[in-house]
């Protein structure tokens, strides 16, 4: 939890906030130092502002620095100054390995430490702990046993790997979070303090609340429209929430089942573009892949999972005979687009940008200028310098939670490259699945679920990186699949399970946030969550089988399947909800699930098999429905 520092602490944590929101922007429209130095300073800056925003222990915040916290940031502040002070040196160093003196060995680790230290007070034990075991397997290597083993590394070599180095804690990760992501999260600031997310909440409502189960699907558009910006499932929950929860149990919905609602389409805001939860930029720098071809990839099984959750929204709502929001209470269409709309041209101009070709760091610094001249369109919308003051200084602590955990992801990066565990551990898996794939997706499937559940997406995507989707790959290859698509496969399939794992039990957050605001019970809520969502667990099994879900193919493939999976989300939607015009028997799901999941495979027969199996089904309910209403009526 943040603290609110008071007096000259405040002073000093706005200052630094605002100091590192203007460099990154600066930098993005004018260039940056040398990719070390860049690194460098951005490590500096987002830990020095962890440790001025999260406390150490968990107290009764009063305001105040303490003194340790200020020992502390002494410490970063010399284990950091150092690498300014020998700049030249270490440039002049890289590529030669050579054994340091003692007081280097204190700093290199000592910033390692403080490093786990800011990411246990941001993000929590699960990814320190990660990191920390992950680090001093460096040293461990020659005492564990089987693919663990290795002849281990000197203290100079694993210095060098996370300090001196464009590794470890200046690593690729570390790259991305400097010139992409952070930009992203002041421009979701910025996005914000001009009215922005007013703005979806009341053109959601306005679009979707006039029908049956108006807020549940309220809480679906803006949580994706919120989602696709904000990179946090549980912020998500919370900000859109607040508003749709309380609307969802007013007409009728259980409070479980407005939480659910919720957890599960505000989960689907991290696999949503143009943001993905910055999984998207990580991908795209992973694997060289352009950034618009990874959205193009994402958006048809994003837009999928919405339409999901959409479908079992609008089915549940129909069988609890749950009325729409009196048309009173709902705002203009019309006048919310007059009075706001205007808000989201940056955000359209930043898609039209990506589409272009332009580098995200390109497209956002420019659209978060644009955000401030836009608003200027509407007098009730207009930034002053106070706002202006206020979104830099907010992206610039809002960021911290996501950035400690990308340069602590860093750390476990580095050490995979160094020791080549990755390689050996994606060998495992191979192994393990004995050649068949399915196994090999089931077990990349559960590991990132359960990485998935104590780390955010980007953290969990990193790991996965360095040891599953490697092993992926080469099973995808060895399949024979389309080798365009192998790629884009393997790591959409693990993006897609890092996300879902939020609201997966035993933990997951953005459930227990929108039970939180819904006062339901946690594991119902939980449940009935992982249930909306459960095309989020085919959709990646259908894409890895079927390149043409991820519009990879001829135009006809590509058009016939997305129809067909469109129609079985449909009957998952019936399936899962158990009704089709009438309440359905545990055998008709079954043939409705069955129906289902035959439209989402591979091969058209199947695909017809299921569609005729799913119109067969709901002509007979329709049937049986209308005989029992007309021998009811006599």
């Not at 607040?242 to 505000?266: Q, T």
Request: overall charge neutral; aromatic content about 12%; hydrophobic content about 55%.
């Amino acid at each position: 939890m943040q603290r609110n520092l008071t007096g000259l602490a405040g002073i000093i944590l706005s200052l630094v906030a605002f100091a590192t929101s203007v460099y990154h922007i600066y930098t993005g429209f004018f260039g940056q130092p040398e990719a070390y130095l860049h690194r460098v300073i951005h490590v500096t800056l987002m830990m020095g502002i962890t440790f001025l925003s999260f406390p150490a222990f968990r107290r009764a915040d009063d305001g105040k620095l303490p003194w340790y916290d200020i020992v502390v940031i002494g410490l970063w502040l010399v284990s950091m100054g150092y690498l300014f002070y020998e700049y030249d040196w270490i440039i002049e160093h890289i590529g030669y390995t050579e054994d340091f003196a003692f007081f280097q060995f204190v700093l290199a680790f000592g910033a390692v430490g403080l490093t786990l230290e800011a990411c246990r007070r941001a993000v929590g034990w699960p990814l320190a702990a990660l990191a920390l075991i992950i680090f001093l397997f460096a040293f461990l290597g020659p005492y564990l046993p089987g693919f663990l083993n290795h002849l281990g590394y000197t203290a100079s070599e694993v210095a060098d790997n996370q300090y001196f180095l464009t590794d470890g804690l200046f690593g690729l990760p570390t790259h991305i979070s400097a010139n992409f992501i952070f930009l992203f999260i002041v421009f979701g600031a910025f996005l914000e303090k001009s009215g922005f997310g007013q703005f979806t909440i009341e053109f959601a409502t306005a679009l979707a609340g006039r029908f049956r189960g108006g807020p549940a699907k309220i809480a679906v558009v803006s949580s994706g429209l919120m989602g696709s910006i904000s990179g946090s499932s549980t912020a998500n929950a919370v900000i859109t929430g607040s508003f749709s929860i309380p609307m969802m149990k007013k007409i009728g919905f259980r409070d479980y089942m407005a939480g659910a609602v919720e957890a599960s389409a505000s989960t689907g805001g991290l696999i949503m573009p143009p943001v993905m939860a910055s999984a998207g930029f990580l991908m795209s720098e992973y694997t060289g892949i352009p950034y618009v071809n990874v959205m193009q990839y994402i958006l048809v099984p994003a837009v999928l999972y919405f339409l999901a959750v959409g479908i079992m929204v609008h089915i549940y709502a129909v069988k609890e005979k749950i009325p729409t929001v009196p048309r009173e209470e709902l705002p203009s269409l019309k006048k919310t687009i007059m009075d706001r709309g205007h808000l989201a041209l940056p955000l359209i101009i930043l898609i039209y940008l990506l589409v272009a070709g332009f580098s995200p760091g390109y497209a956002v610094v420019r659209c978060i200028v644009g955000i401030v001249i836009v608003s200027w369109f509407r007098k009730a919308t207009r930034m002053g310098l106070r706002d202006i003051w206020e979104a830099l200084v907010q992206g610039g602590i809002q960021s911290t939670v996501v950035a400690v955990a990308i340069i602590t992801s860093g750390i476990m990066v580095g050490i995979f490259d160094l020791t080549g565990v990755a390689i050996k551990f994606s060998g495992v898996i191979v192994d393990l699945a004995g050649g068949h794939l399915l196994l090999a997706l089931v077990f990349v499937m559960i590991t990132a679920i359960i990485l998935g559940m104590g780390l955010p997406l980007s953290s969990a995507y990193i790991v996965q990186v360095g040891i599953a989707i490697p092993a992926l790959v080469v099973m995808l290859r060895n399949m024979g699949l389309d080798a365009d698509a192998i790629v884009p496969q393997a790591h959409l399939f693990v993006i897609f399970f890092c996300a879902i794992s939020a609201i997966t039990p035993p933990t997951a957050p953005t459930s227990y946030a929108a039970a939180a605001i819904a006062q339901s019970p946690v594991v119902p809520t939980s449940i009935e969550a992982v249930k909306l969502a459960l095309p989020a667990f085919v959709l990646p099994y259908a894409f890895v089988a079927n390149s043409a879900l991820i519009t990879i193919g001829n135009a006809a493939e590509v058009t016939a399947t997305i129809a067909f999976a469109v129609l079985s989300m449909v009957a998952m939607g019936m399936a899962v909800q158990g009704y089709c015009y009438r309440i359905l028997d545990p055998v008709t799901r079954l043939l409705f699930l069955a129906a289902s999941l035959g439209m989402v495979t591979p091969w058209l027969q199947w695909n017809v098999v299921g569609l005729a199996v799913g119109v067969a089904l709901t002509g007979w309910e329709w049937f049986r429905a209308r005989g029992r209403m007309a021998a009811a009526a006599g």
